[in-house]
Structure formats: C-alpha cells, structure tokens
C-alpha cells in the first residue's frame, strides 16, 4: 500500500511538489535516474495522478529544467544586489555562477543541455546586461553584446573546467575569490577600452 510521507504534497500543489522532489532527486543523482512514477512515490501518490500534470519524463523534466533555470537566475540576481558597487557585484555574480554550478551540478548541466526559452533567456541577459552597463555605461550596443558574451563564456568556461576537475590539479590554480577578482580586472579593462 502506498503512503503519502507527511509534508510532501498538499492538495491542489502536485506539480509543484513533483517538480521539487525531482529537483532534489537531481541533486543526488544523475538525470538518467530519474523517473515519473518514482518521483510519484516518493511525493505519496500514484504515477496515474502524476500523469495527470506531466504526460511523459520529457514533460516532467522540461518543468524541472525551468524550474532550475529559474534557481539560477534568482541565484545571480542576489549575488548582483549583493554590492551597491559594479566591481564587487560582478565579482559576486562570477562567484555565484560558478557555486551553484558546483552545488547544483546536474541542475546546471540540465539547465544549459539545450538553449534556453526566450523569457528566460531574457532574465539571465537582462542581468548581465546590467552589471555590464554598470561598469561602464558608455559601452555601444555592439559593445555591450560582445561584452555580455564575453563574460558569460569566461565564467561558464570557468565552471565547467571546475567541474572537470581541471583546476587546482597542479595545471592550473583553484579558483579563489581573489583569483575571480584578478581575472575580473583583466576582463574588465578589454572592455573599458
């Protein structure tokens, strides 16, 4: 007999608590492990009730991947009003990005396993595109476009080879907020040029 585990689901939320124990499932295991009906066990109710919400795994981890996406941007947004100053937001937004990438590893490879919807493509860029024109206002469109992507490839590169464990491996140093600021800096001054 199946039983519901206390604080799990409440009625009218199964979705949602579907879509949050499969994040905190991800969060232990890989996305290849996870499935429909055992997402549905877990929150105490049957696959058939699951179903009614998620049609298939594909469904149910397009709502995970969205949700994910939707961590990670209110992740970089606190870090980004973490400082009044453009420098140190920045660097805290890098610190950020490369955390969540390590906390959340299977969180953020399901997040950049395809391109992004556009609202949320939108979300992201629209943060980058802050803390760029904070360093430096004058930047031109075509400017500030180069530089958004510059920076987000510098710090997405960065998380992945963290993740690899390319770096602090005797090759290349550990990343270090000290470190972060150092590359900061340089970036920084490619783009007030």
Known sequence: ML????????HGQLAEALIGTALEELDKHSLDKLSLRGIARQVGVTATAAYKHFASKEDLVAAVREAAFMAFVSTIRQAAESSPVAEQSM????????????QHANWFDLIFSAPAP???????????????????????DQDLQVS??????????????RRQGMLGNGHHPELTPDLIERIFVRTRQGWLN
Not at 130 to 140: G, I, S, T, V, Y
Not at 148 to 161: D, K, N, R, T
């Open 148 to 161: 958004i992507l510059q920076g987000h490839a510098l710090i997405h590169g960065l998380a992945v080879l």
């Open 91 to 102: 660097i805290a937004m890098g610190m950020a990005y490369l955390d969540f990438a390590e």
């Open 3 to 10: 039983t519901k585990p206390r604080g799990k689901y409440h």
């Open 118 to 140: 556009n609202s949320q493509d939108d979300a992201a860029t629209q943060l980058f595109t802050q803390a760029a024109l904070a360093l430096n206002p004058k930047l031109a």
